[in-house]
């Protein structure tokens, strides 16, 4: 495998878009006559110390980056430098439910990747279904399918311009309820990441199967008493909430109304 260029990918998913897109750009990574290999964060450590390129996917939460890729990012080591000729560079995509609200998310992880001596040269979003079933409209399977196709099809242009040694960041962008709006709305989940976990509720519809526990990317429930029960580990990440088989939980239900709402997992995803 000698000379062949590799490529690190590492996501963090809640309902699958970002695993997604991932193997979607590590298949276009591999047609060029790159090796790939594809973790989740954290389990999957740094990129590898001999990859030229670290390929990073996440979801947009609340205009700003996860909690969980935020302290990833922090924690990764310093990049060595070049790989054979090659310059170390990293590929950051988002994926977001809306089409252009990424706000703080890209600008503040090509900075943490610059602090830790990677060179993020390409930076962008890509729209995919939304997931965030208690607080936003979540699209129905047909709809669903649409923008996954356009999805799919704009991370494959982002991994053939990276490759093709094109630069880009996406600047900031916000809802239209402006800058200090959207300050709040970050600011607001930054505390509510830490609380919210007590507001989810498993009502009488809940089978006891325990899916929803094992499923959970950061361990954060347990059964007890045949219920799931969640913890202060919770990434918000709504995938307990959208994988449930009988849609049985629920979230601040007196102001969302998510139990009512569509449930969305990307039809690849198998957790
Ligand atoms: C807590 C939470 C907050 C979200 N905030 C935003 C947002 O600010 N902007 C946006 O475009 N999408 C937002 N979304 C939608 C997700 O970013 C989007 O559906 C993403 O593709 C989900 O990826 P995943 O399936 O990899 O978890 C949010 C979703 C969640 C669960
Ligand atoms: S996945 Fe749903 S039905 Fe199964 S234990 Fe969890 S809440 Fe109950
Ligand atoms: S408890 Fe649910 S929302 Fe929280 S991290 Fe686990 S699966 Fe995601």
């Known amino acids: 495998m000698s000379g062949v260029p590799k490529a690190s990918f590492r996501y963090f998913t809640g309902t699958g878009n970002s695993k997604r897109i991932a193997e979607v750009c590590a298949s276009v990574f591999e047609a ?5 290999e594809i973790a989740a964060i954290p389990e999957g450590g740094p990129p590898a110390e001999d990859s030229s390129a670290a390929c990073l996917v996440f979801p ?3 205009l700003d980056l996860p909690r969980i ?7 990764l080591p310093p990049a060595t430098g070049a790989i054979g000729s090659r310059p170390r560079q990293a590929l950051l995509l988002a994926t977001g439910g809306n089409e252009d609200d990424c706000g703080w998310s890209l600008v503040e992880g090509v900075g943490l990747l610059a602090a830790r001596g990677w060179d993020a040269a390409y930076a962008d979003l ?3 279904p939304n997931n965030w079933g208690p607080f936003m409209r979540v699209p129905g399977a047909s709809e669903a399918a649409a923008i996954l196709a356009a999805g799919e099809a704009k991370a494959k242009e982002s991994a053939e311009a990276f490759l093709a040694g094109r630069r880009y960041a996406k600047p900031l962008s916000l809802p239209v309820f402006g800058p200090l709006g959207s300050r709040l709305m970050r600011a607001g989940f930054k ?55 009988s849609r049985a939980i629920a979230q601040l239900e007196a ?15 198998k957790p």
């Not at 060029?32 to 790939?36: I, K, L």
């Not at 890729?69 to 924690?75: D, K, N, P």
């Not at 507001?199 to 519809?205: L, P, W």
Request: glycine share 10%; with cysteine.
């Open 69 to 75: 890729v935020r302290r990833y990012l922090e924690a």
């Open 191 to 245: 505390l509510g990441v830490k609380r919210l976990w007590r507001k989810f509720r498993a009502d009488g519809k809940c089978t006891s199967c325990g899916l929803c526990a094992r499923s959970c990317p950061t361990s954060s429930i347990a059964m007890a008493g045949g219920r799931p029960r969640w913890s202060a580990t919770c990434e918000q990440c709504m995938r307990c909430f959208n994988l449930c088989p």
């Open 126 to 128: 890509v729209r995919m």
């Open 60 to 62: 947009v939460y609340s």
């Open 255 to 269: 102001i969302g109304k998510g139990s009512r709402r569509e449930r969305y997992v990307e039809p690849h995803f």
């Open 32 to 36: 060029g006559g790159w090796s790939a």
